[in-house]
């Protein structure tokens, strides 16, 4: 019986997992992996049980250590345990016309973004490409089992936003893009992957091959203020991020989508929201504005609900598409980082 997870295997190397057995099994398990994955083995009817037991004691990169739901089953949160205790966090949203997965790159984040509860633990390792593409599959298993009523019953967009600093792990994340886009067949359409500015790395995703959607969180309009909240501005100030936005949307023609966490009495002025309506027109980017989920290790608090709406407003008042994002789960620690910082602290 295999050891490894059939996921942390290459896709076209599926059949180093079953020696002994002809090509095809290797193919017929690719297609249950990457197109119709199953919570467990025994549901791979077309495949002999030798070969479902041989697969089936490690099916998954890791076990389901909490599972919560919240807005009334609409979203869904795990968190994820690796066999080396690395916590993996990933949450399930649905919507009337879509599914969506938040998945983590990263066990912990190097990036220290003073707001974020990811932040402040520090980074731990980087996630394998397949520890990655199964929180997706994974999702779309259960989805199979357990539909969200309402919305499409698997998984129709991805968005590279839970734990971690996805361009910091770039060539791991470049081989999920790929088993997503090209051995599960999603369209690069609807996945996004979301920087808090890696500049090199936006540079190399504008060179593949894969039109994906690109988020910046940029949560400062001007140098100052951006560095006290995202640590890496020093190294990548806000104008080499624009360009590099500016390049990658020059080269894809996707709409760049500008995040905003909105924090009281540091980035929440009417002069903020000017400046930021000023790139968010400079790239045709859409702006989404979030209401900061506070974190216990951080002073930093949310902004009252008028300073939100002011914000918001000043934003539209100066010609920018923008739009107050739906906080999902927050009884759940829905936040990147928040459940596994709840684990942790307990
Ligand atoms: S906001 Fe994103 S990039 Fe910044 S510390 Fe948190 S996970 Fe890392």
Not at 87 to 98: C, D, P, S
Request: glycine share 8%; charged share 25%.
């Amino acid at each position: 019986m295999s050891d490894t997870s059939p996921y942390l295997v290459p896709p076209e190397d599926l059949g180093s997992l079953l020696p002994g057995e002809p090509s095809f099994r290797a193919d017929q398990l690719r297609d249950w992996l990457y197109h119709s994955p199953v919570l467990t083995a025994d549901e791979m009817t077309n495949l002999p049980s030798a070969v479902r037991e041989a697969v089936g004691g490690d099916l998954w990169p890791f076990e389901v250590e909490v599972d919560q739901s919240a807005d009334n089953g609409r979203t869904r949160k795990w968190l994820f345990r690796a066999p080396d205790g690395a916590a993996i966090e990933a949450v399930l949203m649905g919507y009337r016309k879509r599914t969506t997965i938040c998945i983590s790159s990263q066990v912990g984040c190097a990036m220290g973004c003073t707001f974020c509860a990811t932040g402040q633990f520090g980074f731990d390792r980087h996630l394998e490409a397949g520890e990655i593409v199964a929180q997706v599959a994974y999702a779309n298993a259960f989805l199979r089992r357990f539909p969200i009523p309402g919305s499409p019953d698997r998984v129709t967009n991805v968005v590279y936003m839970g734990m971690g600093e996805p361009l910091a792990n770039y060539e791991r994340v470049r081989e999920s893009l790929r088993r997503l886009i090209d051995v599960s067949g999603m369209s690069a359409r609807s996945i996004t992957v979301s920087t808090v500015g890696v500049v090199p790395g936006i540079d190399r995703l504008a060179d593949e091959p894969w039109p994906v959607y690109l988020a910046v969180s940029l949560h400062g309009a001007d140098d100052v203020t951006r560095s006290r909240l995202v640590p890496l501005n020093d190294r990548y100030p806000l104008e080499a991020v624009i360009e590099s936005a500016e390049a990658y949307f020059a080269a894809k023609g996707r709409r760049i989508s500008i995040e905003w966490t909105l924090i009281k009495g540091v980035n929440d002025s009417d002069d903020q929201a000017r400046k930021l309506a000023a790139i968010a027109g400079r790239l045709r980017a859409h702006v989404n504005v979030i209401a900061l989920n506070p974190t216990p290790l951080s002073d930093d608090r949310p902004s009252g609900d008028d300073r939100i709406r002011g914000f918001v407003e000043t934003l539209l008042a100066n010609g920018a598409n923008a739009t107050l994002r739906e906080t999902r789960g927050q009884e759940i620690d829905a936040a990147c980082g928040q459940l596994r910082l709840r684990r942790a602290t307990e």
